[in-house]
């Protein structure tokens, strides 16, 4: 395939979900955010396989690839919904944090322009002001970057392994796996072919 295709594409896509997923695993653990700690941890093992079955011609991978791209879709989704404080859903929420104590977004005392008070030994709760952006957007355009890099992958991921479909099926077409093809030598058998005999008579 040449490099404009849908496979050299699903490429590019595969190493900015790579590479965004790797940065936000770092800011997870520097908040202790153990739920999406192993969320990220999957994302990066699937993504390397898709990556892996894109470049090596490797559709089962690629399928595998797809298949987390749906569950990561709806994780991501399930964070907005926890950052937007949807029905009964709230940032402490234990779905994030897996009842881990002092686990909360990095992004909420360390944003831009953020000025934390109130830190005493024991407090559990500090005031944060003057925030550029509130860390709950800073989340949520993380995961909605991750939702559309997903949906873009998936797409392309359907599209490629079915090129590789369509190739094997016509490399069997014209013969590719035939015992007489051009790729593979004849095989031979116990039957003794007949070559005609020809004589030639000499003159006197």
Not at 7 to 13: G, N, W, Y
Not at 102 to 122: D, L, M, P, Y
Not at 134 to 154: C, N, R
Not at 183 to 201: D, N
């Amino acid at each position: 395939m040449s490099c404009c295709s849908g496979r050299c594409t699903l490429i590019a896509i595969c190493f900015l979900q790579l590479v965004g997923t790797v940065e936000r695993q770092v800011f997870d653990f520097l908040g202790y955010m153990w739920a999406p700690i192993i969320g990220n941890f999957f994302q990066i093992i699937c993504v390397i396989l898709g990556l892996f079955g894109t470049y090596q011609y490797r559709p089962r991978y690629i399928v595998v690839y797809c298949t987390w791209g749906v569950l990561w879709v709806a994780w991501n989704i399930f964070i907005i919904c926890v950052y937007l404080e949807l029905g009964s859903l709230t940032v402490e929420t234990p779905a994030l944090t897996l009842g881990a104590p002092q686990s909360i977004s990095w992004w909420r005392e360390h944003g831009i322009g953020c000025q934390v008070s109130n830190t005493t030994a024991t407090s559990t709760n500090p005031t944060v002001s003057g925030c550029l952006l509130d860390f709950t957007y800073v989340e949520m355009i993380h995961a909605a970057i991750q939702i559309v890099l997903a949906i873009i992958g998936f797409i392309y991921g359907i599209y490629v392994v079915y090129m590789f479909t369509e190739e094997d099926d016509s490399f069997d077409f014209i013969g590719g796996f035939d015992s007489y093809s051009a790729y593979q030598a004849p095989q031979k058998t116990s039957h003794m072919q007949l070559q005609p005999m020809y004589v030639t008579s000499s003159t006197c």
